[in-house]
Nanobody, 127 residues
């Protein structure tokens, strides 16, 4: 059974940095896409960043590109989201997600239709 557990959320000021971590367990994730999504109050959940566990390609939404970095820690079996220069509009519940992707995958597969989700962690950025 796949389990994804997020941690690292909190209350920070605009311009600060924060790192979220997603502990993944229950299977081997080498053929999986690992993604971060967020949902602000009153808004739909939106894509933030993703990567394939076994490869180095990363994908970002335009709103976070250049400020956020997704990476994996093989020793800890986690997928982390380093968030720099945080803005009040980054305030949301952040979710970790995973899905199987074929070896000959399409880039578009990384942006939606994830199978497994964590419970979320709150990030609040004050101005």
């Amino acid at each position: 059974q796949v389990q994804l557990v997020e941690s690292g959320g909190g209350l920070v000021q605009a311009g600060d940095s924060l790192t979220l971590s997603c502990a993944a367990s229950g299977r081997t994730f080498s053929n999986h896409a690992m993604g971060w999504f967020r949902q602000a109050p009153g808004k739909e959940r939106e894509f933030v960043a993703a990567m394939r566990w076994s490869a180095g390609m990363t994908y970002y939404s335009d709103s976070v590109k250049g400020r956020f970095t997704i990476s994996r820690d093989n020793a800890k079996n986690t997928v982390d989201l380093q968030m720099n220069n945080l803005k009040p509009e980054d305030t949301a519940v952040y979710f970790c997600a995973a899905k199987y992707v074929r070896p000959l995958y399409s880039v578009s597969e990384f942006y939606s239709n994830y199978e497994h989700w964590g419970q979320g962690t709150q990030v609040t950025v004050s101005s």
